[in-house]
């Protein structure tokens, strides 16, 4: 079992550029989440997968968002036209259906906007 | 909608010794988790504990455990024995019972020092 792990952990871009980021999940892992954090809160929810099914998006998600998880494996977060406040870490976690209580996070992929 | 509330930003306690962290929730719900996770400077987030809302019992795992308060809907987290690498962010969360429901709602979240 090799955890979530995310690409890349740091990306630094200028305003109005797109950045996408990637998130593969634990293998099993049938659900994928995306939630975002900025500096000094909590992690806030964006978005969940179940296999490829994209299930429920936060109202946080923007039109410049979008996510996707074409085979049920890794999923990508695409930001277009970035701004100056997309800068946050990007957090993915990952779990089985029937333990949505036990989700597993990655390290994260940190964005700064300039 | 699910809330959580952590009113105390920053905590500092001695190695060794032992510290409370609070937590408090609002929920409509009957069947839910609350969970604290642990963030560590510049690392991934891991899971401290898990309490589901209706067992009684309060969990623990190893030096931590919990307070639970379900008519109170508090939640509070007991380090004993603290150890340098307890520093971190601790963040109180909750989730639905139900799996149509998978978001975790998180609180603003706490810095713990801890002192050698």
């Known amino acids: 079992d090799t955890g979530v792990s995310q690409d890349p952990r740091h990306k630094i871009t200028k305003r109005g550029q797109n950045v996408t980021f990637r998130c593969d999940p634990i293998s099993e892992h049938n659900r994928l989440y995306w939630y975002r954090q900025t500096l000094g809160q909590g992690p806030e929810f964006l978005t969940y997968?179940?296999?490829?099914?994209?299930?429920?998006k936060s109202r946080l998600l923007s039109d410049r968002f979008s996510a996707e998880r074409p085979k049920g494996s890794f999923s990508t977060l695409e930001i277009q036209r970035t701004e100056q406040g997309d800068s946050a870490m990007y957090l993915c976690?990952?779990?089985?259906?029937?333990?949505?209580?036990?989700?597993?996070f990655g390290p994260g992929t940190r964005l700064t906007v300039l | 909608a699910q809330t959580v509330t952590q009113s105390q930003p920053e905590m500092s306690v001695q190695e060794a010794e032992t510290v409370t962290l609070s937590c408090t929730y609002d929920?409509?719900?009957?069947?839910?988790?609350l969970f604290w996770y642990k963030q560590p400077p510049s690392r991934q987030m891991i899971l401290v504990i898990r309490q589901e809302a209706y067992k009684q019992q309060n969990a623990t795992e190893n030096r931590f455990s919990v307070n639970f308060q379900k008519a109170a809907k508090s939640f509070s987290l007991k380090i004993s024995d603290s150890q340098l690498g307890d520093t971190a962010m601790y963040f109180c969360a909750f989730i639905i019972s139900t799996g149509a429901n998978s978001k975790l709602t998180f609180g603003k979240g706490i810095t713990l020092s801890v002192r050698p």
């Open positions: 976690a990952s779990s089985l259906e029937r333990r949505t209580d036990t989700q597993y």
């Open positions: 929920t409509s719900e009957s069947n839910y988790y």
């Open positions: 997968f179940q296999n490829e099914a994209q299930l429920e």
